[in-house]
């Protein structure tokens, strides 16, 4: 009956880091397949309701457009898998080790959009939360929003292709990453955060 216990329940009473995250992929493999479909999609439709949330609570009053778009960064960054990772470590360690390692490809992205669109990042990010889009801002400036947008996914890509050389992330979870980022540059170049 050695088979009726957990799978690798014998080899380590005390999992690490590095057996949290195998076993968190496995469960979001085996979750994504039992709803038909993968792990992007999932992080996607995540992403999505989360960006819906944070602005109907604009809409309402309840959040402000500057804090929204912290919000949906953050969100971006750890995905809905780093969200129960950091639920299940209680915000430790381990949860703050896997935000460094997804940080680089978010701030990447950003810092490059804010070295095409200008010096003033202050400003940028205020007519950002006046309800201008990223699209808006570059059109403003004579810069074509699918070569910024382009730029910005080349430089998270870039960072995430070195988190897996580094041996920092698996590329499957640097593809998943990517998706989510996608998302979020996506909904930045278009979204218009517009308080009433």
């Known amino acids: 009956?050695?088979?009726?216990?957990?799978?690798?329940?014998?080899?380590?009473?005390?999992?690490?880091d590095a057996d949290k995250q195998q076993a968190l992929d496995a469960i979001f493999v085996r979750f994504a397949a039992g709803l038909g479909t993968d792990e992007a999609t999932i992080n996607a439709a995540f992403i999505a309701a989360a960006n819906d949330t944070a602005d109907q609570w604009v809409r309402e009053g309840k959040l402000s457009a500057t804090d929204a778009a912290e919000f949906k960064a953050m969100v971006a960054k750890v995905g809905l898998k780093g969200l129960v990772a950091s639920s299940e470590t209680g915000g430790g360690n381990s949860s703050t080790k896997q935000k460094d390692?997804?940080?680089?490809a978010i701030m990447a992205a950003?810092?490059?959009a804010m070295t095409m669109l200008g010096p003033d990042g202050r400003q940028i990010k205020e007519q950002l939360a006046s309800?201008?889009?990223?699209?808006?801002?570059?059109?403003?400036?004579?810069?074509?929003?699918?070569?910024l947008r382009d730029a910005m996914?080349?430089?998270?890509?870039t960072e995430l292709?070195?988190?897996?050389?580094?041996?920092a992330?698996?590329?499957?979870?640097?593809?998943?990453?990517y998706a989510d980022i996608t998302h979020w540059v996506d909904d930045m170049?278009?979204?218009?955060?517009?308080?009433?």
């Open 161 to 167: 292709d070195k988190a897996v050389h580094d041996g």
């Open 131 to 147: 309800g201008k889009s990223l699209a808006d801002l570059a059109r403003e400036r004579g810069i074509d929003p699918g070569k």
């Open 169 to 177: 992330i698996t590329q499957a979870n640097a593809d998943v990453r």
């Open 110 to 112: 950003w810092d490059i």
């Open 101 to 104: 390692k997804d940080d680089p």
């Open 189 to 196: 170049l278009n979204q218009h955060h517009v308080i009433h």
């Open 1 to 16: 009956m050695s088979a009726a216990g957990p799978p690798g329940a014998a080899a380590s009473a005390t999992p690490g």
């Open 153 to 157: 996914l080349a430089a998270a890509k």
